[in-house]
């Protein structure tokens, strides 16, 4: 049976807990991707990856990545370690000849690396948002299923991730449990593939990306991970975030009201994603790249039949709105 693989954990989190010193290993890592950076050694660097590392960021993907960044950016004059994320993801503030970025690295346990990120370096503190106060509905029509949900690594691989630890992958399963008809090989088999998105409240979109191909099943785009997507920004500053749309579905603008059950588009393929799904999650700013993911609650939805109220789901329960 065909499952979700990832949904687009800009990061893969190492499975080990790390205290908030930067470790003897950790450094060693480091220091050898600045000098191999610095040397143009972008195969070396290729060769610390772990295996599924180089499954998701091909040799020559990550070749002309880092030609572009040196291209811009320069030499690393110095990496300085700031803090570990959720235990596992250790954030270096960089200083290049050209610039200054973060960049966010993880190993495994066998000191392979098995996460690596270059963002914008801020030390801005962004406001704390631990779940939404405005009251939501879920964001489809029908009862559709929880494929990752939850608070721990087991319900959900999304916790690993700053930005969505409490996000939800969401599939429509029939009563064998499948989420497609017959074979799974096409978009169309999938039972969740153009079934609408509406808003779970009123707000303002703030982000509308739609150009963005359907993937082949079992096929992932990590070039644009989150796919064709919307971003709502509630009256209470909680970001809505809502990925893998269907290419070119979206009916929303980016500056639109819209209210609570309005269509935003349909269901898609797009992005990140090995088969169709919806991904949803709350942030509390708009840019993924410095959120933090917040948990959510809707207000009055039924859960294998029974009525819940203020209620986060989990991992295989089959959920829809009262």
Known sequence: MRTILM??????????????????????????????????????IFTMFNPQMKQAVPQDALSNFLTGLNSQAGKMEQL???RYSNGTVALYKTTFERGLFGINLSIDSESQINGLQVVPFNDEEFPILER????????FKEEWSV????????QNY???TESQKGAFDLVIRDENGRSYKTDGRTNEDYYVFGK??????????????DGVKDNVPGQMNSIYVPGNTVIIKTAND????????????????????????????LCGNSGNSSEPHLHFHIQNVENMVNATGAKSFFAEIMVNGELKKDYSPVRGEKIKNK
């Open 132 to 139: 939404n106060t405005t009251p939501l509905i879920l964001p």
């Open 158 to 160: 999304h916790v690993t």
């Open 80 to 82: 300085e370690f700031v």
């Open 238 to 265: 909680e970001y809505l975030f809502f990925a893998h749309f269907k290419q070119q579905s979206i009916v929303v603008k980016q500056g639109q009201k819209v209210k609570q059950g309005e269509l935003l588009g």
């Open 196 to 209: 609408d998105i509406i808003a779970p409240a009123d707000g303002e979109v703030v982000l509308v990306v």
């Open 147 to 154: 494929f990752w949900g939850g608070d721990t690594e087991a």
């Open 7 to 44: 949904c687009f954990a800009l990061l893969l989190a190492a499975h080990i807990a790390l205290a908030q010193n930067e470790s003897d290993k950790l450094k060693k890592v480091a220091d050898l991707f600045k000098e191999n950076y610095n040397g143009n050694a972008y195969e070396a």
